[in-house]
C-alpha cells in the first residue's frame, strides 16, 4: 500500500497591513478550523470546502494525517509561528518517511526571514524525503507562486473559481494529479506574468478573468493551473504564474505559451469595478432593492483591518433609511454591547482604530441582539464549517435606519450567516453592506444581482499603483496598463 503524508499551512499575507499575525491565530481559528492534528483530521475535514478534505476524499492510498492550520489574512506571519507549524510538519514528515506527499498550501505567505514562506516549507520537506518522492501541492487562485515552487514541487494544483467554491475539488484534482506522477515523471512548464492585477478584478464571475479559466480545461495536457496572484504583498514574487504538466515536454510548454498570450491580450480588460463610497451609496438608493454593497479594500480575507468606516460613514452621511453592515471588527464595542445587554441604550466608539484609514464613528446604539459568534455557514464557500468569532453584537443607530453587526474576531462576510446570527435576514433590507471582496458574491447572488464595490480607504488597495512596493522584480506592471515598476535587487 502507498502511503501518503497529507498536511495543510495557510495564510495569505498582506505585508501592508499594520499588524503581525501571530501563532496564537492559528491555534484559535475563526471562519476556518484552528489548528487540528493527526486522526483528528479525519472528523474536522469531513465535508468542509478545503483542499486538504477533497484529497483526503479521493486520494485512494493509506493516508498519513500530520496537521492542518490556518488563519485569517493578515500582516506577516511570525517567525516563532512559521518555524512551529513548518517544523512539526518536517519532523512528522521525516519520521513517517511516505511514499508520496500532499501539501494544502496558500501560496502568498510571507514572514520577515522568508518572503517565499511556501517554498521554504517545499525547500525543508525535500530535503528529508529526498529527491524521489513525488510532492504535490494545492494553491490558492491568489497565490504568489515563485520558480523556486516549480522546481521543488513536483506538481501543482490551484483554484479555479473567485469567489472560492472548488477548494475540495481543487484537492480532489490534487489526488488525481498525485496518482498520475507515482506512475512516472511529468514533464513541467512554468511561466510568470509581469502585471498585477487588483483583486476585485480577478473574480471569476467577471471577464475576463472567466475565459481565462474556462480554457483549462481545453488545453490538451495532463493538467494546467493559473495563479492570479496576491498583490498587497511586497516581495519579488508577487503576480500571476502559469503552470502545465504533461509526459511532452513541447505541450506542455505549449500550453503554458498559449495562457501567457490569452492573459496578455486580456490585460485591458481587468476592471476593479470601483467607485468612490459616497457616489456607490448615492447609485445604491437609485436601484430596488436589496442592493449588495461590498468595501473591498478593508475586506479582512485579504489582510484588512476589517474595521474602518467609511462605508458606514457614507451611509450616515447620506440618511440611508435601510441599510445592515456585517461585520465590522470591534472587540471592545462588541464587549460593551455584551455588558449593557440587549435592550440597552449606549454610547460607543465604533471602529476607526487605525487613523491611516478612517476615524471612529460616535454613536447611540440600542443593543438589539447578542451572540456568543458560534454558528455553522451554510454557503456556497464556507458551508458546513462553524465559526468562533467571540462576542457579537447587533447595533442599531439610533434615529436611522442603519444597523451595525460588530464582532471579535476579524473575518470577512462571505457567508449570509454573520447577519443571520444576530436574528439579521439580508434579503428583507435595501441596502447590504458587506466587509469582502469576491468571495461574498457566492452567498449573496441567490440575493441580488445587483452588488456594487466602494472605494474607502483600507489595507487592501485596489488601485495598485497607490501601494509604496519597494522590492518587486523588474518589469512589473501595477494594474492594467499601469506603471513599470521593480528593482534588481
Known amino acids: 500500500m502507498i502511503r501518503v503524508a497529507v498536511a495543510g499551512f495557510q495564510h495569505e499575507t498582506n505585508t501592508f497591513a499594520p499588524f503581525p499575525t501571530p501563532l496564537s491565530l492559528f491555534k484559535t481559528g475563526g471562519a476556518w478550523p484552528a489548528l487540528t492534528r493527526g486522526a483528528s483530521l479525519y472528523e ?8 486538504l478534505s477533497g484529497f483526503m476524499a479521493t486520494c485512494p492510498h493509506e493516508m498519513m494525517p500530520i496537521l492542518w492550520a490556518g488563519a485569517e489574512p493578515g500582516g506577516y506571519v511570525e517567525d516563532e509561528a512559521f518555524e512551529a507549524i513548518t517544523g512539526e510538519i518536517v519532523t512528522a514528515v521525516a519520521e513517517a518517511q511516505p511514499d508520496a506527499l500532499y501539501l494544502d498550501l496558500h501560496g502568498a505567505m510571507v514572514t520577515r526571514a522568508f518572503d517565499d514562506a511556501e517554498a521554504e516549507i517545499l525547500r525543508r520537506l525535500r530535503a528529508v524525503v529526498g529527491p524521489d518522492i513525488p510532492i504535490v501541492a494545492s494553491f490558492d487562485l491568489h497565490a504568489n507562486l515563485s520558480p523556486a515552487i516549480s522546481e521543488l514541487a513536483d506538481g501543482v494544483t490551484l483554484y479555479r473559481t473567485y469567489p472560492h467554491t472548488d477548494l475540495a475539488d481543487t484537492g480532489a484534482r490534487a489526488a488525481h494529479l498525485l496518482d498520475r506522477l507515482l506512475q512516472g515523471p511529468l514533464a513541467k512548464a512554468y511561466a510568470q506574468v509581469d502585471l498585477l492585477v487588483p483583486i476585485t478584478a480577478q473574480a471569476t464571475e467577471f471577464e475576463p478573468a472567466r475565459s481565462l479559466y474556462a480554457m483549462l480545461d481545453d488545453l490538451d495536457v495532463t ?9 498587497p504583498a511586497d516581495i519579488p514574487n508577487c503576480g500571476p504564474s502559469l503552470f502545465a504538466y504533461d509526459p511532452d515536454p513541447a505541450k506542455a510548454r505549449a ?3 498559449r495562457i501567457a498570450a490569452t492573459f496578455a491580450a486580456a490585460e485591458d480588460t481587468f476592471d476593479a469595478r470601483l467607485e468612490p ?21 478593508d475586506n479582512p480575507g485579504a489582510g484588512g483591518t476589517g474595521e474602518t468606516t467609511g462605508v458606514l460613514q457614507a451611509l450616515i452621511d447620506k440618511k440611508v433609511p435601510d441599510a445592515v453592515l456585517s461585520m465590522l471588527y470591534d472587540p471592545e464595542a462588541a464587549a460593551k454591547a455584551h455588558a449593557a445587554g440587549e435592550g440597552a441604550e449606549i454610547e460607543i466608539a465604533l471602529g476607526g482604530a487605525f487613523p491611516e484609514y478612517s476615524q471612529p464613528v460616535m454613536a447611540t446604539v440600542i443593543v438589539e441582539r447578542l451572540s456568543d459568534g458560534v454558528f455553522d455557514f451554510t454557503g456556497p464557500m464556507y458551508g458546513g464549517a462553524r465559526a468562533h468569532l467571540g462576542f457579537v453584537a447587533r447595533l442599531k443607530l439610533n434615529g436611522t435606519g442603519i444597523t451595525v453587526v460588530v464582532g471579535s474576531r476579524r473575518s470577512q462576510n462571505a457567508d449570509q450567516e454573520m447577519f443571520r446570527v444576530v436574528g439579521i435576514e439580508p434579503a428583507d433590507h435595501t441596502i447590504i453592506c458587506v466587509k469582502s471582496g469576491v468571495h461574498f458574491m457566492a452567498d449573496y447572488l441567490r440575493v441580488t444581482d445587483r452588488i456594487l464595490f466602494a472605494e474607502s480607504p483600507g489595507a487592501n488597495p485596489c488601485h495598485l499603483e497607490t501601494l509604496p512596493y519597494t522590492r518587486l522584480r523588474a518589469g512589473v506592471r501595477l494594474g492594467p496598463g499601469g506603471p513599470v515598476t521593480g528593482n534588481e535587487g
Not at 474536522?44 to 483542499?51: C, E, F, V, Y
Open 255 to 257: 500550453a503554458v505559451d
Open 223 to 231: 493538467s494546467a493551473d493559473i495563479a492570479m496572484g496576491f498583490p
Open 44 to 51: 474536522t475535514m469531513h465535508g468542509l470546502n478545503i483542499p
Open 277 to 297: 463610497a459616497q457616489a456607490c451609496v448615492d447609485r445604491a438608493l437609485t436601484l430596488p432593492g436589496p442592493v449588495v454593497i461590498a468595501d473591498p479594500q
